[in-house]
Each structure stands twice: as structure tokens, then as C-alpha cells.
Nanobody
Framework: QVQLVESGGGLVQPGGSLRLSCAAS????????AGWYRQAPGKQRELVAE???????NYADTVKGRFTISRDNAKKTVDLQMNSLKPEDTAVYYC?????WGQGTQVTVSS
């Protein structure tokens, strides 16, 4: 079983930056795709970015060029650097590894 603990959400002004971090337990992290999803009020949960064990990445079109996903297999972490944030990025962000989900962290982009 994998436990995921997220950190780094908060309130930021449009154009600002935040960095989300997810720490995983267990010994199998390095074999799994790790990623971030988000869910805005009244909307379905959607993929933001994911990274394979080999380092290939996949981003939602809405965040390409603004967000960067990274992982450290030794530390069992997956991070999401979010730049040039927009109000429409406001959502609860969830870490996802294999079949497991983190508890979610709120990101609010507002002036």
C-alpha cells in the first residue's frame, strides 16, 4: 500500500507561483507513474501532469509551458512547480501514484 502526503497549496495572486510536493511511502514508488490531478468546484477531476518512471511527461494543454512536474525516486517525491498561475487554476490538487490518491491540497488563485 502507498500513502501520499501533499503539501504546498495556498492562496496566490494571478501571475504568481506555487510549488506542490507529494511524499510517498512504500518501496515501489520508482516503478509507478506519478502525477497530479485537480478538481475545481462543480467539475470533474482532471489530469494536470504525470511522469513515468523513466521520466517521460504528459501535461494537460491548459498548463503546458506554465507547470513543470518532477520526481525524485530516491526520496519518493513528486513535485509540481506552477508558474504564471491563473484564476482558472483554482482547484483542489491531488497527488496520484498507481491506484492511490493523496488527501488533496487547495490552490486558490485570486487577487
Amino acid at each position: 500500500q502507498v500513502q501520499l502526503v501533499e503539501s504546498g497549496g495556498g492562496l496566490v495572486q494571478p501571475g504568481g507561483s506555487l510549488r506542490l510536493s507529494c511524499a510517498a511511502s512504500g518501496s515501489m514508488f520508482r516503478f509507478y507513474v506519478a502525477g497530479w490531478y485537480r478538481q475545481a468546484p462543480g467539475k470533474q477531476r482532471e489530469l494536470v501532469a504525470e511522469m513515468t518512471p523513466g521520466g517521460s511527461t504528459n501535461y494537460a494543454d491548459t498548463v503546458k509551458g506554465r507547470f513543470t512536474i518532477s520526481r525524485d525516486n530516491a526520496k519518493k517525491t513528486v513535485d509540481l512547480q506552477m508558474n504564471s498561475l491563473k484564476p482558472e487554476d483554482t482547484a483542489v490538487y491531488y497527488c496520484h501514484v498507481q491506484l492511490y490518491w493523496g488527501q488533496g491540497t487547495q490552490v486558490t488563485v485570486s487577487s
